[in-house]
C-alpha cells in the first residue's frame, strides 16, 4: 500500500470518528491548518479548558500536531489532511461553532457547511486585514476575534465600501503576544549567552519579499560586519521559492555564525536575538510589542494581495508602525544595516516605552486574550443552546 493512500485511508477513518461523535461532543471545533496554528489557539484552549465543561474538538492538517501531546481526555483530536478529506468534511460539518485560523473561507475548496455552523476567524497576525489578505478573505466568516481598533475599523469599512453584512466583531487581542510577554525574561537569559550581537530575519514571503529580493546579499552583509545570523523564513516561501532558501542554504551552510529555522512555531529565537530584520511580516508586530526588541524593516515593495486595499480609506498598520518600532533602511542602502543596527540596539529605553504606548494603543486584552476568548466562545455556546 502507498504511503499517499495509507494517509488517505488514515484520514478517512479520522474523518468518520469525528462523525460519530454526538453533537454535544462537537459544540467547539478548531481546525489548525498548519504547524503555526496551534499557537493562535493554545491560550483559548488553555482557558476553555478551566471554564468550559464540555469536551473540544480539534481537527488538524498536520499529524505532528502539538495537540497530540497534551494527552488530554477533553480535547478529541483528528488528523483530516489537506486534501479531499478535508473538502468533504468541511462541506458536510455538523457543529456548533468553528474556529479558525484559515481565511478565504468560501474563496478556495474550503466551504462553509451545508448545515448550520458558525464560523469563528482567530487572526494569525496582528497586520491590517484589507492590504496581505485578498479581497473577500474574511466576508464569510460569522465572528471576527479583532486584534486591535484597526481591524474593527478596517472591517467596518470593508462592509461598507462592498455593501456586506455586519459581522461580529470581538475584542479579543493576541495569544502569541501574550505567550512572548509572560516568557520575556527568556530573551534577557538567552540573549545574553554571546557577546556579538545577533541578528534575526524574519520577513514575510511573496515575489518583492525581502528574502527573494536581497537575502543573500544581506546576510552576506552582516556576515562580514561580524553578527550572529539567524534566517527565520515564512513557510510560504519554502512552498513558493524554494530554490531561493536552497541557494541561500547552499552558500552559507558552513559558515559558523549562520544558523537557519525552519520552525516557526518556536520562539527561540526570538528570545535569543538582539534586533530583527524584517520586511511587511507581522513577526515584526510580534517581536517588538512583545519583547521590545528593535526592528530593522528593509523596504521592499509593499506586500499588496488585495489590488483594491485603497479603498478602504485606513493606512495598514504594518506601514504608519514602522518608525515607532524601529528604522527603515532603503533597498538600495543595504551596505549600511551594520550602522543602523548598532544605532538600534544602543537606544534601548526610549524605543521600550515606545512599543509600550504602542501595544496598549493597537492590541486588546494585552496579556488575558485567551481568558476573553474563551468567555465568549463558552457564552456564545451557551446562547446557541439556548435558542
Not at 105 to 110: P, R, S
Not at 123 to 145: C, E, P
Not at 165 to 180: A, M, N, Q, R
Amino acid at each position: 500500500m502507498s504511503l499517499s493512500f495509507s494517509s488517505l485511508i488514515n484520514e478517512w477513518c479520522q474523518m468518520r470518528q469525528f462523525q460519530r461523535l454526538n453533537s454535544v461532543n462537537r459544540n467547539i471545533v478548531f481546525y489548525a491548518e498548519d504547524e503555526s496554528s496551534y499557537s493562535h489557539f493554545e491560550s483559548i484552549i488553555d482557558s476553555l479548558l478551566k471554564v468550559y465543561a464540555g469536551p473540544i474538538c480539534y481537527l488538524t492538517s498536520i499529524p505532528c500536531d502539538k495537540i497530540f501531546k497534551l494527552k488530554n481526555e477533553r480535547i478529541h483530536a483528528f488528523c483530516i489532511g489537506k486534501g479531499i478529506v478535508r473538502t468533504i468534511l468541511f462541506k458536510i460539518l455538523k457543529a456548533g461553532i468553528m474556529i479558525m485560523t484559515m481565511p478565504d473561507l468560501e474563496v478556495y475548496n474550503i466551504k462553509r457547511s451545508i448545515y448550520s455552523v458558525h464560523y469563528l476567524y482567530v487572526n494569525h497576525s496582528m497586520v491590517s486585514m484589507h492590504m496581505i489578505y485578498r479581497k473577500g478573505a474574511f466576508d464569510h466568516f460569522d465572528t471576527l476575534f479583532c486584534v486591535g481598533p484597526h481591524h474593527m475599523s478596517e472591517i467596518r469599512e470593508m462592509e461598507k465600501v462592498y455593501g456586506l453584512p455586519e459581522k461580529i466583531l470581538f475584542k479579543h487581542g493576541y495569544g502569541k503576544l501574550d505567550s512572548l510577554i509572560r516568557n520575556q525574561e527568556e530573551r534577557q537569559k538567552l540573549s545574553s549567552r554571546n557577546a556579538r550581537k545577533k541578528v534575526l530575519i524574519a520577513p514575510s514571503w511573496g515575489p518583492h519579499g525581502l528574502l527573494e529580493t536581497c537575502g543573500e546579499k544581506l546576510v552576506e552583509i552582516l556576515l562580514g560586519a561580524g553578527y550572529l545570523v539567524t534566517v527565520r523564513p515564512h513557510p510560504q516561501t519554502k512552498r513558493n521559492t524554494p530554490d531561493v532558501l536552497n541557494s541561500l542554504q547552499a552558500r552559507f551552510s558552513d559558515e559558523p555564525n549562520f544558523s537557519y529555522e525552519e520552525n516557526i512555531a518556536s520562539a527561540e529565537s526570538f528570545y535569543e536575538s538582539d534586533i530583527m530584520i524584517s520586511d511587511w511580516s507581522g513577526a515584526a508586530l510580534e517581536y517588538s510589542f512583545g519583547l521590545g526588541g528593535p526592528v530593522l524593516f528593509i523596504d521592499v515593495p509593499r506586500k499588496v494581495n488585495n489590488s483594491e486595499y485603497e479603498k478602504i480609506p485606513h493606512e495598514p498598520i504594518e506601514v504608519f508602525i514602522r518608525p515607532e518600532l524601529g528604522a527603515v533602511l532603503p533597498l538600495d542602502q543595504l551596505h549600511n544595516a551594520p550602522e543602523f543596527i548598532e544605532e538600534l540596539c544602543s537606544n534601548q529605553s526610549e524605543r521600550l516605552e515606545k512599543t509600550r504606548r504602542a501595544s496598549k494603543q493597537w492590541v486588546f486584552n494585552v496579556g488575558c486574550s485567551g481568558e476573553k476568548g474563551a468567555a465568549y466562545i463558552t457564552q456564545l455556546i451557551s446562547e446557541m443552546e439556548s435558542v
